[in-house]
T-cell receptor, first 115, second 112 residues
Framework: DAGVIQSPRHEVTEMGQEVTLRCKPISGHNSLFWYRQTMMRGLELLIYFNNNVPIDDSGMPEDRFSAKMPNASFSTLKIQPSEPRDSAVYFC?????????????FGQGTRLTVV | KQEVTQIPAALSVPEGENLVLNCSFTDSAIYNLQWFRQDPGKGLTSLLLIQSSQREQTSGRLNASLDKSSGRSTLYIAASQPGDSATYLCAAPPLDGNQFYFGTGTSLTVIP
């Protein structure tokens, strides 16, 4: 398996624009996590899916953030409208059934810069 | 909420030295404890996973131990190499939570 695949790797956008980040989890994994990493706050969980269903979205900072998982092989994180303070590296991770019982595998991340 | 602390925040050692990285967590009721490595500009790579019923795990030059009662884990790296230079993070998901709570990491530099 190619691992968790995220796209794009880098995104630079202007404030107010919509941004969509994409993630393809490892085949067979049914838990998916979206994290945000900044120097100030480290890794923060944004949302967690199990079997394509959002289980915990308490980490989503504002209504500007939304995430979907239409099927087991694809998830998106959307920010609309984007703001400079959203600049961070966004990671997607997946793990086998059980969510937290097994190893989590991370994608390479999307570095978002909002100017 | 689970609080995970890693000490030291940064460490610089000469090549060949053995070293220990520390991870402490406040909620000892955890699924497991995982150690990750992150290279600059890259994602996290899983190094070792210790189940809550285990005391340690080994992979090559890496050995991780877990003491749930004291809320501590250590990652031991033997005969360090420049290629070991990276940030090392631990994560301790609590049984009553839905996420991997991460420490802030230890930035390791191994000097040739």
């Amino acid at each position: 398996d190619a691992g968790v695949i995220q796209s794009p790797r880098h995104e630079v956008t202007e404030m107010g624009q919509e941004v969509t980040l994409r993630c393809k989890p490892i085949s067979g994994h049914n838990s998916l996590f979206w994290y945000r990493q900044t120097m100030m706050r480290g890794l923060e969980l944004l949302i967690y899916f199990n079997n394509n269903v959002p289980i915990d979205d308490s980490g989503m900072p504002e209504d500007r953030f939304s995430a979907k998982m239409p099927n087991a092989s694809f998830s998106t994180l959307k920010i609309q409208p984007s703001e400079p303070r959203d600049s961070a590296v966004y990671f997607c991770a997946s793990s086998l059934d059980g969510g937290l019982l097994t190893e989590a595998f991370f994608g390479q991340g999307t570095r978002l810069t909002v100017v | 909420k689970q609080e995970v602390t890693q000490i030291p925040a940064a460490l610089s050692v000469p090549e060949g030295e053995n070293l220990v990285l520390n991870c402490s967590f406040t909620d000892s009721a955890i699924y497991n404890l995982q150690w990750f490595r992150q290279d600059p500009g890259k994602g996290l790579t899983s190094l070792l996973l210790i189940q809550s019923s285990q005391r340690e795990q080994t992979s090559g030059r890496l050995n991780a131990s877990l003491d749930k009662s004291s809320g501590r884990s250590t990652l031991y790296i033997a005969a360090s190499q420049p290629g070991d230079s990276a940030t090392y993070l631990c994560a301790a998901p609590p049984l009553d939570g839905n996420q991997f709570y991460f420490g802030t990491g230890t930035s390791l530099t191994v000097i040739p």
